[in-house]
């Protein structure tokens, strides 16, 4: 059964970091594009970071400078460092993937198929 299940998520300050952690189950992450999303009360799903099998990235505007998403192929895992996290970057933090191979860029929620439970996030003034 395939399965992304994500860690990592908790509550920080302002200015503090996290690492969130996206562990896929029954699928190889290397063949196909990954991606976190986030998403807030009353919000729309967001598109933050999004890594292709070249394993070139692409961020959101807001995240530009302060996040890192990594993958390592070997560990089946999906990783995204955020440094200087901002109040409102809180919100649930999604892993999502395609289930197909990828090398372009995109923040569209539709293009991906497989999701995670999410993690919370939680950054205060």
């Known amino acids: 059964q395939v399965q992304l299940v994500e860690s990592g998520g908790g509550s920080v300050q302002a200015g503090g970091s996290l690492r969130l952690s996206c562990a896929a189950f029954?699928?190889?992450?290397?063949?196909?594009?990954m991606g976190w999303f986030r998403q807030d009360a009353g919000k729309e799903r967001e598109g933050v970071a999004v890594?292709?099998?070249?394993?070139?990235?692409g961020y959101v505007d807001s995240v530009k400078g302060r996040f890192i998403i990594s993958k390592d192929n070997a560990k089946n895992t999906l990783y995204l460092q955020m440094n200087s996290l901002k109040p409102e970057d809180t919100a649930m933090y999604y892993c999502?993937?395609?289930?197909?191979?990828?090398?372009?860029?995109?923040?569209?929620?539709?293009?991906?198929?497989?999701w995670g439970q999410g993690t919370q996030v939680a950054v205060s003034s």
């Open positions: 999502a993937a395609t289930t197909y191979a990828s090398d372009r860029i995109s923040f569209y929620p539709n293009e991906y198929k497989l």
């Open positions: 029954g699928y190889a992450i290397m063949w196909y594009r």
């Open positions: 890594i292709a099998i070249d394993g070139s990235t």
